[in-house]
């Protein structure tokens, strides 16, 4: 199992700049996969962003594709989120999330089996 903590969360003004941060610990090299997902009030969670631990091979969803960049240092065991050009609809509590095992599906939660706890990130006008 692998334990990971967020960290980077705030309020911004729309069209600003974030950068989260997800530290991982505990049997990370037994992690394929990380990625970052948000859940708005009364919404499920959302797809934000994935990489391989190894590789680095990104996909995007395509509300953030172009405004957000996921990246990994594994010599840090850190995940990092760089959120540019925020608009308001970005308002969520953002997750990290960690695998171990690869299927078919990049992009499902339940195929995540480490969680953050979560931070907010809140855009204003």
């Known amino acids: 199992q692998v334990q990971l903590v967020e960290s980077g969360g705030g309020l911004v003004q729309a069209g600003g700049s974030l950068r989260l941060s997800c530290a991982a610990s505990g049997r990370t090299s037994s992690t394929d996969r990380m990625g970052w997902f948000r859940q708005a009030p009364g919404k499920e969670h959302e797809f934000v962003a994935t990489?391989?631990?190894?590789?680095?091979?990104?996909d995007y969803a395509d509300s953030v594709k172009g405004r957000f960049t996921i990246s990994i240092d594994n010599i840090k065991n850190t995940l990092y989120l760089q959120m540019n050009s925020l608009k308001l609809e970005d308002t969520a509590v953002y997750y990290c999330?960690?695998?171990?095992?690869?299927?078919?599906?990049?992009?499902?939660?339940?195929?995540?089996?480490?969680w953050g706890q979560g931070t907010q990130v809140t855009v204003s006008s």
């Open positions: 990489i391989r631990r190894i590789g680095g091979s990104t």
């Open positions: 999330a960690a695998r171990r095992f690869r299927y078919d599906s990049i992009r499902a939660p339940s195929t995540y089996d480490s």
